[in-house]
């Protein structure tokens, strides 16, 4: 009787403890899909939720693509994709951070859009009992209250500059380039003007002491302008000037007017766009020597036209980006490539990944006459004939274990 008793109370001391004690808290589970978010640091900041491996184990797929706005910060697209008990239950957040954010800043401002994203979620699950809101209320004074004015008219300016120097005992070299650019973007209009200018040298010296020099040196200049002509058209052109020592070119001046539809609105440009772009026009040589047609300067008026198409989906993503470019006079003389990359997630855990680039050329008109030397050649101190150029690469990345994926450890390196 007696061991009857402890048996039926060993018994109903796990549904007692279970039913006062409720269903253990388990997290939102969530796949975080972002090429640009510090995961670490939301894996430290944003612990309400499991961060999961691999998307089949989630409940949610948190798909984030960014685009640079006019004023050179960044607009973030936060597509949440319900999976499993969510199925259907979608949401979608948009944010922009400044181009003076440090990034620090930038991560401080995703953690707290994606808290807020993540927040309505959890809501529904077993940790709801230990969330909370907070609001900060902002400060009230006549600088909030005031219309906003832009002095610059959303006018951005940037300078760049950097440079390289390095040696060794027989081997010295230096470099430098320089940049600016202006731009203005709104709804209806973008204008772009840029220009850069580098040099670089390099000396070598053989065992016999002789030294041989390796010097190259460019500069170009250019504008952008485009007009919106609705949700999938836009018209504009590009002008420009440019030296190359390089490609012989001592001085290139260019026109080329042009159209773009896009089939894909706009709007969704950051997730999936199929856009044709064509534009003709007259381009100006002078080339500083005399070019394998007998050539010191000549006028070239050709066409062109892009085709591209960009993807960035739950399974991955894909581009391919097509071009061909023909001189009118010379239909002979043509340049034509095709370039396409994937990334697809074909099984759990499992994603496979192509590059692959051809081009055909038959439009290399400023070549200089004459064989190259082989300090050129091994140098790389002009361009030299060719008919194609190709590259490709392959490969697969296979994860499997533990679905979970929230700890942070950076002892030793990480």
């Known amino acids: 009787m ?13 549904l007692r403890v279970s039913a006062q004690g409720g269903p253990p808290p ?18 430290q900041n944003v612990v309400f939720i499991d961060y999961m491996r691999d998307r089949m184990d989630a409940d949610l797929h948190v798909l984030v ?13 936060m597509k949440i994709i319900g999976l499993g008990r969510f199925q259907t239950v979608d949401r979608t957040m948009t944010f922009t951070t400044p181009q003076t954010a440090s990034s620090d800043e930038r991560r401080k401002e995703f953690a707290r859009q994606f808290k807020l994203g993540m927040a ?27 219309a906003k004015t832009d002095p610059w008219n959303k006018w951005v300016f940037r300078l760049n500059g950097s440079g390289n120097f390095n040696g060794e005992q027989l081997t010295k070299s230096h470099s430098y380039r320089f940049s600016q650019s202006a731009s203005r973007v709104t ?21 016999s002491g002789e030294k041989i020099t390796s010097k190259s040196e460019s500069w170009n200049a ?43 609105p706009y709007k969704e440009f950051e997730r999936r766009s199929l856009t044709i772009w064509y534009e003709a026009g007259p381009n100006f040589y002078d080339y500083r020597e005399l070019t394998v047609f007998d050539k010191l300067s000549e006028r070239v008026t050709k066409h062109s036209m892009d085709v591209s198409l960009r993807l960035r989906q739950p399974w991955g993503s894909m581009g391919i980006f097509s071009s061909f470019a023909q001189q009118l006079r010379h239909p002979d003389r043509y340049s034509a490539s095709v370039f396409g990359d994937a990334s697809v997630r074909l099984f759990k855990g499992f994603s496979f990944n192509v590059f692959g680039q051809y ?19 091994l ?5 030299l004939a060719t008919d194609y150029s190709y590259s490709m690469s392959a490969g697969f990345s296979y994860s499997f274990g533990s679905i979970f994926n929230s700890v942070v450890n950076p002892r030793f390196g990480g």
């Open 65 to 77: 693509t960014t685009q640079s706005t006019g004023g050179g910060g960044t607009s973030w697209t």
């Open 26 to 43: 388990i997290p939102l589970r969530v796949y975080l899909d972002c090429y640009e978010c510090d995961t670490e640091y939301l894996r």
């Open 222 to 264: 250019g504008a952008v302008i485009v007009k919106s002509l609705g949700p999938h058209f836009s018209a504009g052109g590009r002008t420009g000037a440019s030296h190359s020592s390089y490609s012989n070119i001592d001085r290139s001046v260019y026109f080329y007017p042009g159209v773009e539809i896009d089939f894909f």
């Open 2 to 14: 007696l061991s009857f008793v402890v048996a039926v109370f060993a018994l109903a001391l796990p």
């Open 120 to 146: 309505g979620y959890a809501a529904t699950t077993a940790v709801a009992p230990d969330l909370d809101v907070t609001y900060r209320p902002p400060a009230v004074s006549p600088a909030t209250t005031a």
């Open 359 to 377: 081009q055909k050329i038959k439009d290399q008109i400023g070549l200089p006459k004459g064989a190259a030397s082989p300090e050129e050649i």
């Open 187 to 207: 709804d209806n209009w973008k204008i772009n003007i840029s220009g850069s200018k580098s040099d670089s040298k390099t000396i070598y010296t053989l065992s």
């Open 379 to 383: 140098l790389r101190l002009r361009q």
